[in-house]
């Protein structure tokens, strides 16, 4: 997850998020990251990526979810079972949440999105 190279001070990472802010992109993080990040947080307490992420979320827009997005993870998660592809359901719904808004996901889990049709990934790792 980039956050977590974000949070860790990973260089490749770290210096995309000002050349993407100097072309005026917006970050938002889907509801269903934040709530990730933050289970993760609290299951393995780091105090140095708690404060990191408490600084990105300050820079970021929280999203919000609306059944739009429910509908179209419905639909994606039908393509995928007709195409035999497994997805996390959690992947789904941050698919969908972006697709649905149209926004590109950044993203360094490329294998897990690939198989979703029409979802604009970017991977900062790259």
């Known amino acids: 997850m980039l956050l977590i190279h974000l949070m860790s001070g990973t260089q490749s990472v770290v210096k995309n998020p000002e050349k993407a802010k100097a072309s005026e992109a917006r ?3 889907p509801p269903f990251v934040d709530y990730e990040v933050r289970r993760g947080l609290m299951i393995n ?3 140095k990526r708690m404060k990191a992420y408490d600084t990105i979320g300050s820079n970021c827009t929280l999203g919000e979810t609306a ?3 429910w509908v179209r993870a419905a639909k994606i998660y039908l393509e995928l079972y007709t195409k035999r592809f497994t997805v996390k359901d959690a992947d789904i719904l941050i698919a969908a949440f972006c697709m649905e808004n149209g926004y ?4 360094a889990n490329i294998k897990d999105f690939e198989n979703i049709d029409g979802l604009q990934l970017v991977n900062w790792l790259e």
């Open 104 to 107: 590109a996901l950044v993203t």
């Open 27 to 29: 970050f938002i993080i």
């Open 67 to 69: 059944r739009d997005e």
């Open 45 to 47: 307490p780091f105090p």
